[in-house]
């Protein structure tokens, strides 16, 4: 009988990334819903009264969808493996774009988060990690 494949290191650093980011997304997001009739606020981020309400509902929004992809991923669930292949994969692509066709901050804050994309890639399709999913996939 197979042993059962346990949770490599790689997916509960992920784990980690992933709650990481939502918790900043909804401290970001429940600031700008908080702020967004404050005169210094749209100045500061130069966004009007609306478009901080829809920037923070969104970024309330990826929290929550950032919490329950960790979670799936932790329990091994496939679906959860592909979503971030796909996230990660598409991190991957504008920073390759930013960095041959923009100047400034935005290339430099691309490209460190092009590159936590490949480490996230790699630790999701390693040999441990790909034996994990299908092994939870079909219990």
């Known amino acids: 009988m197979l042993q059962p494949q346990e949770r490599t290191t790689g997916i509960l650093v992920i784990q980690v990334l992933l709650i990481v980011q939502a918790i900043f997304d909804l401290i ?3 600031t700008y819903l908080g702020n967004r009739n404050d005169l210094d606020t749209q100045a500061q981020t130069g966004m009007t009264s609306t478009e901080l309400s829809g920037a923070g509902f969104v970024l309330v929004f990826a ?3 950032f919490f329950w992809v960790s979670y799936d991923l932790g329990r091994g669930k496939r679906a959860a493996q592909w979503i971030l292949t796909v996230i990660a994969t598409l991190h991957v692509i504008a ?3 930013v960095a041959f066709d923009h100047d400034g901050t935005a290339r430099n804050d691309l490209a460190g988060q092009g590159i936590i994309a490949i480490l996230v890639l790699i630790l999701l399709h390693t040999h ?3 034996r994990f999913f299908n092994q939870r996939g079909y219990t």
Do not use: K, Q, T, V
Request: charged fraction near 10%.
């Open 28 to 30: 970001g997001g429940l």
């Open 63 to 65: 929290a929550f969808f």
């Open 95 to 97: 920073a390759i774009w």
């Open 128 to 130: 441990a990690a790909d």
